[in-house]
C-alpha cells in the first residue's frame, strides 16, 4: 500500500463515530476497506457479516442495526464477555475465576455483585 493510501485508512479510523458501519457509509469504501477500517479501530484483524464484526476468535464484538442503534461487547483471553455497550448508554463489567464463574457484575443501573 502506498502511503497516500494508509494516512487516507488513518484518516477515516479518526474521523469515524458510533455508529461505526453507518459512519463509514460516507467513504464509499469497498467491503475489504471497511474491514480494514475497523481492525484498525478495534486493533486486531477482524470479519464482519451480516452488520455484525467479529474478532478473530469468533466472538462478536460490535453489531449495528438499521435503525442506529449499537451493541459492543469485549472479551477476556478465554472468550468470556468482559464488557457490555450499546448506544442507549447501558453497559454491565464482568470479571471471571479461573473455572470460568462470574465473581463480579456492575452496571450502569447501579446493580452490583461481588463474590471475589
Known amino acids: ?65 438499521s435503525t442506529g442503534y449499537w451493541v459492543k461487547y469485549e472479551y477476556d483471553t478465554d472468550g468470556n464477555e468482559i464488557y457490555y455497550e450499546d448506544s442507549y448508554g447501558y453497559w454491565t463489567k464482568r470479571e471471571y475465576n479461573q473455572y470460568g464463574k462470574v465473581i463480579y457484575v456492575e452496571n450502569s443501573n447501579g446493580f452490583i455483585i461481588d463474590n471475589r
Open 1 to 65: 500500500m502506498n502511503k497516500k493510501y494508509i494516512k487516507y485508512i488513518d484518516y477515516i479510523v479518526s474521523d469515524i463515530e458510533l455508529p461505526y458501519i453507518k459512519s463509514i457509509e460516507q467513504y464509499g469504501l469497498k467491503q475489504d476497506e471497511v474491514v480494514m477500517v475497523l481492525s484498525r479501530v478495534y486493533n486486531q484483524p477482524v470479519t464482519i457479516k451480516d452488520n455484525s464484526v467479529y474478532n478473530n476468535q469468533g466472538n462478536e464484538i460490535y453489531r449495528e442495526y
